[in-house]
């Protein structure tokens, strides 16, 4: 099942004002990117598998705005967003017990 796709203009929705409910983790990305297609099928399983937290993506060559604003530099990147603020961050292709001990350490704080 693929993620949702979210841009700049729909990010303030999509994101900030999502997360003040459920939590959201948004994988900045790009199409020509390795580590992001290995990664892409871990977090679709991440996002079948929990309640607790919603996936989203963000192409960062279609949407470099959104990731300007949050420094992302290098990609992958996933950024948790909680309650309206960056709440951790997961930089390069991780495996999936990294990143849900990652998820379960922010939305535990």
Known sequence: MALPEISDSSFQ????????????????????????????????????????????????DDNQETAANFGVMSIPTMILFKNGAAAAQIVGAQPKPRIEQE??????A
């Open 13 to 60: 929705v999509d994101v900030l004002d999502a997360s003040l409910e459920t939590p959201v983790l948004v994988d900045f990305w790009a199409p020509w990117c390795g580590p992001c297609k290995m990664v892409g099928p871990v977090l679709e399983q991440i996002d079948s598998e929990r309640e607790d937290v919603r996936v989203v993506k963000l192409n960062i």
């Open 103 to 108: 998820l379960n350490n922010a939305l535990s």
